[in-house]
């Protein structure tokens, strides 16, 4: 097994992730979104950089957009991005949060949101899961064509349809369906044996902390962004380490 290159608590990821995401560009309320969604993903027993650095790289190299439309379509919402590029799955999610409290009490159950070619879509369900409200089904399909799910409830429980260990090998642009679903739906047979996170998970994290490998240079570098170098003025001020003693 691999060494971990840093243990993180749950406000360290808040304060390194926040930046991070500010570093590749995102406004700091949709920074804040991001962050806990890592907290999320870091709950579950993950490794957050490992599923989140990817979705950070496609924003900051122009690969993928926060411009985006949003229309109605009967019982449909669907969001696209506003021209060809994929849509950021750091503007999808909170979007996706946004309609859910707007259909919080809306009596028609069977209203859903889409989210059209999200450059990472595992992130968006994890958006939805760090919202804690209700219980929802978040689809799309793989590359491959095979259809992936989420099934999200409260208290920090979660199921995924396929294996968590690749969870951060997913890659490509996806349209991405979220409903409503009832609670029972957790412990239905549709979701027996399939790979469970409870709160029991958030609970060992932290105690041990969240290990952080090989991806965490990356967060790390975007962090850097928001870092203001130091300058003779600055130090003479008394910034950082200053040249005068400001006490």
């Known amino acids: 097994m691999n060494t971990p290159q840093i243990v993180l608590s749950f406000n360290e990821i808040k304060f390194f992730f926040t930046r991070a995401a500010v570093g590749v560009g995102l406004p700091l309320g949709l920074a804040e979104d991001f962050a806990r ?3 999320w993903i870091a709950a579950g027993g993950l490794d ?8 950070l790289k496609s924003l900051d ?10 229309t109605e379509n009967g019982a449909e919402t669907v969001l696209r991005s506003s021209g060809e590029k994929q849509l950021s799955t750091l503007f999808a999610g909170p979007s996706a949060c946004d309609w859910i409290f707007e259909k919080a009490a809306d009596s028609n159950k069977n209203q859903y949101f889409s989210a059209e070619n999200v450059d990472h879509p595992f992130l968006l369900a994890a958006a939805v899961g760090a919202l804690n409200s209700g219980s929802w089904e978040i689809c799309w399909q793989d590359s491959g064509g095979t259809l992936c ?13 396929w294996d968590s260990a690749h969870i951060s090998l997913m890659s490509g642009a996806a349209d ?9 739906l957790f412990k239905a047979e549709k979701w027996k044996g399939k790979t469970s996170y409870s709160e029991k998970n958030r609970k060992r ?3 041990t902390g969240v290990q952080v490998y090989e991806a965490w240079p990356i967060i790390h570098s975007f962090f850097s962004h928001c870092l203001v170098p130091s300058t003779e003025e600055s130090r003479k001020s008394g910034a950082g380490a200053g040249l005068v003693d400001t006490d």
């Open 48 to 55: 957050p950089a490992a599923i989140t650095a990817n979705a």
């Open 205 to 207: 994290v932290l105690e």
């Open 37 to 39: 969604s890592s907290i």
């Open 149 to 161: 799910a989420v099934l999200t409830a409260q208290h920090g429980n979660w199921k995924t349809s």
């Open 61 to 70: 190299e122009a690969q993928s957009t926060l411009s985006a439309s949003q």
């Open 176 to 184: 991405v369906t979220i409903k409503s679903v009832e609670s029972s």
